[in-house]
């Protein structure tokens, strides 16, 4: 069992910047693959961004450049510093982890991850 609880949301600016956190609790096996996901109102969750414990890293093409995923494995939590803010990235944040699995293409099919936070809100205004 893992459990997660993000924190580090807020308003801001376009052009702005924020950094998520999400603190991870329980069993350090399945947390080896943590993502960011997100959901705009009236849109479909998509992933953001994702780190497994042994370094692969995933990025969605809209936040190539300007987001930076990480983790402290020392204090089981994730990070996702977000710069250059704009309006489409106002959405709900949630953190997720799943255990080791075979490869896959990708690291952000929702479907695979079993943990998930309630969310932080990211609003960017023009």
């Known amino acids: 069992q893992v459990q997660l609880v993000e924190s580090g949301g807020g308003s801001v600016q376009a052009g702005g910047s924020l950094r998520l956190s999400c603190a991870a609790s329980g069993s350090t096996a399945s947390s080896h693959c943590m993502a960011w996901f997100r959901q705009a109102p009236g849109k479909g969750r998509e992933g953001v961004a994702a780190?497994?414990?042994?370094?692969?890293?995933d990025y969605a093409d809209s936040v190539k450049g300007r987001f930076t995923i990480s983790r402290d494995n020392a204090k089981k939590t994730l990070y996702l510093q977000m710069n250059s803010l704009n309006p489409e990235d106002t959405a709900m944040y949630y953190c997720?982890?799943?255990?080791?699995?075979?490869?896959?293409?990708?690291?952000?099919?929702?479907?695979?991850?079993?943990?998930w936070g309630q969310g932080t809100q990211v609003t960017v205004s023009p």
């Open positions: 997720a982890a799943r255990a080791a699995m075979g490869w896959t293409p990708t690291l952000l099919r929702e479907y695979d991850y079993r943990y």
């Open positions: 780190l497994t414990s042994d370094g692969r890293i």
